[in-house]
Each structure stands twice: as structure tokens, then as C-alpha cells.
């Protein structure tokens, strides 16, 4: 394999990269929408779908296979359905939108390595391993905007318009804290690629502990800029609590109201495959990517755990995108629906604030690490970030005027009143 | 014909079919998306070429301005593209039309087949990369790069007092 790998021409191999990002994605899909209906409907104390595949045997047992089936027949359920096209839509953006929105799903892994850069994984994973591979994913990532836009737009409907405009100005708004939260993590690696993110979370665990793995979320900068990019990841994917594009209690479905069938479940696919993806990119940059638990094996003496631990690592890093999804399913059972004056004072009054800072952080921490040695830099890390959050406190607590409503109802008695 | 040139014709095409798109289309929305359609093929004729920083930059940067833009054309211009008023043909379309044609002809033979036979130059390898260009950005042209900075943050203040005239 290796060697048919190695002799294989440049297009050969970048195809089967690719191949190997996309269809085990279209693969899972299903997968993943079954087990989001199955966990969502255990959280809130249903059973979900259960029945689909039922076989009943001879001897007349039933077996059914946890309604695993189900997301599949539900597939072919809106490939036969009737597709509706409304007769006042734009028709080529209308069209033109649900292909749109499935792109960015797809081409947002394109830098995210699956597996170490080793043995066979070398050739396989990840699809084009560019220098600026945090910067191509943001760059996709504000490309999703437009799918979801248009396809609002084409519909030459209200709710359709006002879901797209939502979407907009959600994605635009949480961008920005997005990007500045994995700037402290490039500039803390000191690479923008996405496997040396990786490599870099392989070392010691702050210099100092060699039988752990120096995760990102587990550094103090990390683990902030874990949670603001976590929020924004939710955020970019339209997802509860931030379904506000398609709030179906005000919108109807928001931006996907006019669309039916196919061009429907396109909509639907493309959204559960930039979860999963996200997911992916998620455990890349913040949790070792590859790596199953922190712990350097071959530190620890365990060199054969940690070649077992490269040959099973797309295995691993599966297992990490899964529990991050079912992290989203989680929020989704949890959270209400934000409103969307809270949307927008979340996103540019919490995050950005908190990204930006815990950025400056991470370039003084740099600097004194640079100058005094790690020691001092953690003691002036501490510092900065007690005398950042006393300010902010300070400074919510200038900027509260407390104003008590004060409503009086006298219930008067109409037949005194009379008199 | 090897891989990058092809890339570069199709990516070219696509550009410039899009570009004249952007004032050949009557609705201003689709007008923006050619807009977009065109830095995009840009960008991955920038990549191309090994210049990726400039290429994610252009995509970034470009898509995030216009789809600003698009947005406003979608909110405010809406209204204005269903009221089409039926243009007349106007004969005069045909000789505007020689008339490029002349000019293209003629441009295409003054700077066109000069270049026909030239060797392609390749950019300097790794040359495109953050590696190569951050250095260079952050000391010999410090300067220039955080006066731009401050030319865009004049931007937004201004933008903002023009948007708000009572803050």
C-alpha cells in the first residue's frame, strides 16, 4: 500500500485525499442525524425514532435495530417527494443556493489532518497541507454566509428574506471573535499550519510535564480561547441556540421555508456535515487533533500504546468529532433560543472583549516568557489577567445605574367607584 | 497544456466572464454575486501561483466587504429591480460594438502578441507564504502597515459619524 502510495502520480493522491474527506462524511450524515434524534428525544424524556428497520423472523420474534435505518428512509422520503418550485422565485440563485450552502461543509476540512504525518497517513490525510491553513479555513467558513443568504433571497418570501438577513449578520458578527480567538492559539504555536497545530500539542505539557500532551485547553489561554471559539462555532452553524435564521416559531423555517424535497434535504445535509467538520477542527486545534487522551505514550514507556494509538488514529480522531457533535446536540437540548439583541451583545460585547484580551495575553505572556523565562511568564500571565478582569468588574459596576420599575395597580371596585 | 496553465485559462475565463457580468446583469444582486464569482476565481489564480496569503486575503477580505455590500443591495435596491422599465434597441449598440471589437483587436496586437512567446516566470518558491511575507510586513514596511491601519480605523470613525450624526 505504502509503496503504491509513494509511486502514485500527485492528482491520484490528492483525489484520494479528498475522497477520503468527503465520503465518509456524506457516509455519517445519516448516522449523525439519527443520533441526534435518538439523544435528543432520551434528554427530553421520549423514545425517538426506534422502528424503522423491523424484522420479523419466522418464529415470529420482531427484532428492529434501534431505528439505525431511519435517517436513511427518511432520505428517501424527500428524494420521492414532489419538489415544489414557487412560481415567483428567483429561479437560478433558487437553485443555485442549496449547492452553495453544501460547498463550504465540505471544503472547510480541507487542511484538517485526520491522522499523524506518518507511515501510510502520510499520504492519506490531510487533503492540501498549506501554510495558511487556519486562515483558508476562516476564509471558507465566511463563505457559508452566502448559501444561506441567497437562498433567502431567491425565495421572494419575508420570512425567507428576514431569515437570510439574520444568518448574515450572525455569521458576519461572530466571525470576527472566531478568528481572534484561534489567533492567540497561532500565535502561541507560532504556525498557521494546521498539522503543526497538532505537532505543537504534542509536546510536553507546559514544557515542564513529559508524560502529558501540551493541549491547547489545557493552557489558561487556550482553554478561553476553547470556549469563545466553541460559542462561535455553534453560532456559524446555525445551530440552537443561535437558530435564529430559521426560528421556526417567527420565521416559519427562515431561510429554507420555499424549498422542498431534495434541494430541502441539501440544506439539511450541509448543516450536519459543517457540525461534524467543525467538530473536527475544534479537536484539531484545541484537543490534540489525533490523540485520544493527553498522554505522551512513548514518555511513559508505552511505545507500542502509542504506535497502536498512530495506527487508529483517524479511528480517535473520529471518536473526538463524534463527542464534539454530540456536545452540539447537548446545547441544542439545553439552551433556549437567544433573542436577538442578546445574539449581538454576546457575540461583540462578550466574546470579541474576552477573545481580544486573552490575544494580548498570549503576546505578553510570549514576550516575558522571551525575556525572564517561563516562570515569570506564568506569574505575569496571572497578574495581567486578575488586574483585565478587576477592570472589567470595575467597570460594570461604574456603568450600572440600577432603576427599579415601580407599577402600581390599584384594583379598584367598580360599584364603590360609582358612588 | 500542463495542470497550472490549465488552471490559470479556467480560473481566467471564469474571471473574466463574471467581471462582465457584473455590469452586463440587470439585477443588482446578481450583478454582486459575479462580483464575488470574479474575486474568487481571482484568488484561486493566486493560489496558482504559490501566493497563498494573498489568495486566503482576497477571499477573506473580499467576500466579507461584498457580502456587506450584496447585503445592502439586498435591503435597499430590492424594490428598484422589479420596476424594469423595457429598453428600446438602439442601433447605435451595433457600432459601439464594432468599435470595441476594433479596439480589442488592436490591443490584443499591441500588448497581446509581444507576450505571446515570452517564458513563463515562475514566482520564487515558498515566496507567497506568511513565513516569507510576515517578516518583511513587520519590519521593513512596519510604516507603511500600521499607517494603513490607521487609515481604515479613520474609515470606521468616519463611517460611523456619517451613519450617526448624534452618537
Given at each position: 500500500m505504502t509503496e503504491w502510495l509513494q509511486s502514485a502520480s500527485p492528482l491520484t493522491l490528492a483525489v484520494i485525499r479528498a475522497l477520503l474527506l468527503v465520503v465518509p462524511i456524506l457516509i455519517l450524515v445519516p448516522g449523525l442525524i439519527w443520533w441526534e434524534r435518538r439523544l435528543l428525544s432520551w434528554m427530553q424524556d421520549r423514545i425517538g425514532p426506534?422502528?424503522?428497520p423491523t424484522i420479523t423472523w419466522k418464529s415470529g420474534s420482531k427484532r428492529s435495530f434501534?431505528?439505525?435505518?431511519q435517517a436513511l428512509f427518511d432520505g428517501v422520503k424527500l428524494f420521492l417527494k414532489e419538489d415544489i418550485t414557487p412560481a415567483s422565485v428567483d429561479r437560478k440563485i433558487y437553485f443555485f443556493a442549496p449547492a452553495l450552502a453544501l460547498f463550504p461543509a465540505f471544503v472547510?476540512?480541507?487542511?484538517?489532518?485526520?491522522?499523524?504525518?506518518?507511515?501510510?497517513?502520510k499520504y492519506l490525510t490531510p487533503v492540501a497541507n498549506l501554510d495558511i491553513g487556519v486562515m483558508f479555513f476562516l476564509a471558507v467558513s465566511s463563505l457559508g454566509v452566502y448559501g444561506v443568504v441567497l437562498a433567502g433571497y431567491a425565495s421572494n418570501n419575508k420570512y425567507s428574506l428576514m431569515g437570510g438577513l439574520r444568518a448574515s449578520a450572525q455569521l458576519i458578527s461572530y466571525e470576527l471573535a472566531m478568528g481572534v480567538s484561534l489567533l492567540a492559539i497561532v500565535f502561541s504555536a507560532g504556525s498557521l499550519k494546521m498539522t503543526q497545530l497538532v505537532g505543537a500539542q504534542e509536546q510536553p505539557l507546559w514544557g515542564v510535564?513529559?508524560?502529558l500532551q501540551d493541549w491547547n485547553v489545557l493552557t489558561p489561554f487556550g482553554f478561553v480561547a476553547a470556549i469563545v471559539f466553541f460559542v462561535c462555532m455553534v453560532a456559524e452553524s446555525n445551530r440552537?441556540?443561535?437558530?435564529l435564521p430559521e426560528a421556526e416559531n417567527e420565521l416559519?423555517?427562515?431561510?429554507?421555508?420555499?424549498y422542498s424535497s431534495m434541494k430541502f434535504a441539501v440544506f439539511f445535509m450541509g448543516e450536519y456535515a459543517a457540525m461534524f467538520v467543525f467538530s473536527g477542527i475544534f479537536s484539531c486545534v484545541f484537543f490534540g487533533?489525533?490523540?485520544?487522551?493527553?498522554?505522551n505514550w512513548s514518555a511513559m514507556g508505552l511505545g507500542a500504546v502509542a504506535n497502536l494509538q498512530e495506527t487508529l488514529a483517524p479511528l480517535t480522531f473520529l471518536i473526538k468529532m463524534a463527542l464534539f457533535f454530540t456536545s452540539f446536540i447537548w446545547l441544542r437540548a439545553t439552551l433556549p433560543r437567544l433573542r436577538y439583541d442578546q445574539l449581538m451583545g454576546l457575540g461583540w460585547k462578550t466574546l470579541l472583549p474576552v477573545a481580544v484580551a486573552n490575544f494580548i495575553l498570549v503576546g505578553f505572556w510570549m514576550i516575558m516568557q522571551d525575556l525572564y523565562g517561563t516562570g515569570a511568564a506564568w506569574l505575569s500571565w496571572a497578574v495581567v489577567a486578575v488586574l483585565l478582569v478587576a477592570l472589567y468588574a470595575g467597570w460594570l459596576k461604574a456603568r450600572k445605574t440600577t432603576t427599579i420599575e415601580r407599577r402600581t395597580i390599584t384594583l379598584v371596585d367598580p360599584r364603590r367607584a360609582r358612588q | 497544456m500542463n495542470g497550472r496553465e490549465f488552471v490559470f485559462l479556467l480560473c481566467g475565463l471564469v474571471a473574466v466572464a463574471s467581471a462582465v457580468g457584473v455590469v452586463a446583469f440587470r439585477s443588482p444582486v446578481r450583478s454582486a454575486m459575479s462580483l464575488v464569482l470574479t474575486f474568487f476565481s481571482l484568488a484561486i489564480i493566486y493560489f496558482n501561483l504559490g501566493a497563498e496569503l494573498l489568495g486566503v486575503s482576497q477571499i477573506m477580505v473580499y467576500a466579507g466587504a461584498i457580502m456587506v455590500l450584496f447585503l445592502f443591495v439586498v435591503m435597499i435596491l430590492r424594490h428598484a429591480g422589479a420596476e424594469r422599465t423595457p429598453e428600446k434597441r438602439d442601433p447605435r449598440g451595433w457600432w459601439a460594438g464594432l468599435g470595441a471589437l476594433v479596439i480589442a483587436i488592436f490591443l490584443f496586437k499591441v500588448f497581446m502578441l509581444p507576450l505571446l512567446n515570452t517564458p513563463v516566470s515562475e514566482a520564487a518558491?515558498?515566496?507567497?507564504?506568511p513565513q516569507a511575507i510576515g517578516p518583511v510586513l513587520f519590519t521593513t514596511y512596519v510604516w507603511p502597515f500600521e499607517v494603513a491601519s490607521v487609515l481604515l480605523l479613520i474609515g470606521v470613525v468616519g463611517s460611523i459619524m456619517l451613519a450617526k450624526r448624534r452618537l
Open positions: 426506534n422502528r424503522v434501534f431505528g439505525l435505518v472547510l476540512g480541507g487542511t484538517m489532518p485526520f491522522a499523524p504525518d506518518k507511515g501510510v497517513w510535564v513529559p508524560w440552537a441556540p443561535f437558530d416559519i423555517a427562515g431561510y429554507h421555508t420555499e487533533g489525533y490523540n485520544l487522551l493527553p498522554f | 518558491d515558498k515566496q507567497g507564504t
